[in-house]
């Protein structure tokens, strides 16, 4: 469920780009508005925002924004503002690409996303940067790693629910032991198969399977049989196929905890779920860590950039 908090009467797109383009002239920018107008405002609400503020002013409210904001509340603004796959495309593309790559955070962003997220994403991806995706993955990664996302990228996965076959996840179950614990050495093809083949529901099925027959959970075992961005993407796809919520949940607090913060981590989950399950993840939070996710963000931030998170995760209670 979305944390994502919209005016009870809609609002008319002409009107917001109109403010917005007040809020944007004369000395300074009125932040309070800005946020106000488009951190409250939905995926298809801020397009025709964008629509709008081009056909009124003849300027793209990107290039708009860029110029207007600064430091980590203009770069959560840019990424916000874009539509959900290519605000996916774009994280990928920073995360590989970047003057600073970022392996976790594309593997993360990939293994994440249900099969109908990375097809609209890919085509994205090819729209905005002239390239595919595919291309760049296989420039910036390799081995088993680079396996694996290619793999999970091109292979349609079934994303409803329902009944899972409990035969099959249990010869899936069985598969991964005998190329894991069972033998010297690990069978890492076996673990790209299974892992970028099944759909989230049957690998939380295998994952229970798993636990059932050899008493001993399947995340315990990856983690034994593989390491580095390989192991992280296949413990990715089977956290988020147990509990997307718990993982983010887990990735927030890490972001937040101890010296300093991750802000790149703390923007690309709070802008990419606000509009999807942020409200799970804030349960989650909250169940594993007693304390609210709004209380943890408004510590470790300040300024209009701790405004906007508010204001996309929802504030639990007044400041």
């Known amino acids: ?50 629509h709008e503020y081009r056909a009124i002013f003849n ?43 970022d392996l976790r955070a594309a593997t993360e962003l990939i293994c994440s996303r249900s099969p109908s997220q990375l097809h609209a994403m890919r085509g994205a991806y090819r729209a905005r940067f002239g390239c595919y995706v595919e291309h760049d993955v296989t420039e910036r990664t390799s081995g088993d790693h680079q396996r694996l996302l290619l793999a999970y990228l091109a292979i349609p996965r079934y994303e409803g629910g329902g009944a899972v076959d409990a035969g099959l996840a249990a010869l899936d179950a069985r598969e991964l032991y005998k190329a894991g614990e069972r033998r010297l050495g690990t069978d890492e093809r076996a673990f790209v198969r299974v892992f970028s083949e099944r759909s989230s529901a049957h690998m939380a099925a295998v994952a229970r399977a798993y636990q059932h027959m050899y008493d001993r959970s399947l995340e315990a075992a990856v983690k034994s049989e593989t390491s580095g961005n390989f192991g992280f993407g296949l413990l990715t796809i089977l956290r988020c196929a147990e509990s997307p919520a718990r993982y983010f949940a887990k990735v927030l607090h890490k972001a937040m905890k101890g010296i300093g913060t991750s802000d790149s981590t703390l923007i690309r989950v709070v802008v990419t779920r606000a509009e999807i399950d942020m409200q799970y993840i804030k349960a989650e939070y909250h169940r594993m860590y007693k304390r609210s996710l709004a209380d943890a963000i408004h510590s470790e931030t300040s300024g209009n950039y701790r405004t906007f998170l508010l204001s996309l995760v929802g504030r639990d209670r007044a400041y």
């Open 1 to 50: 469920m979305a944390s994502l908090t919209v005016p009870p009467a809609p609002t008319w797109p002409r009107q917001d780009a109109i403010d917005l383009h007040r809020a944007f002239k004369g000395f300074g920018c009125d932040s309070t508005t800005v946020i106000n107008i488009l951190a409250h405002r939905d995926a298809a609400h801020r397009a025709a925002i964008h």
């Open 59 to 101: 300027q793209d409210l990107t290039r708009r924004i860029a110029s207007e904001l600064s430091g980590h509340h203009k770069r959560a603004m840019l990424l916000w503002v874009l539509d959900p796959p290519s605000r996916d495309a774009t994280i990928l593309k920073q995360s590989l690409t970047g003057d600073i790559t």
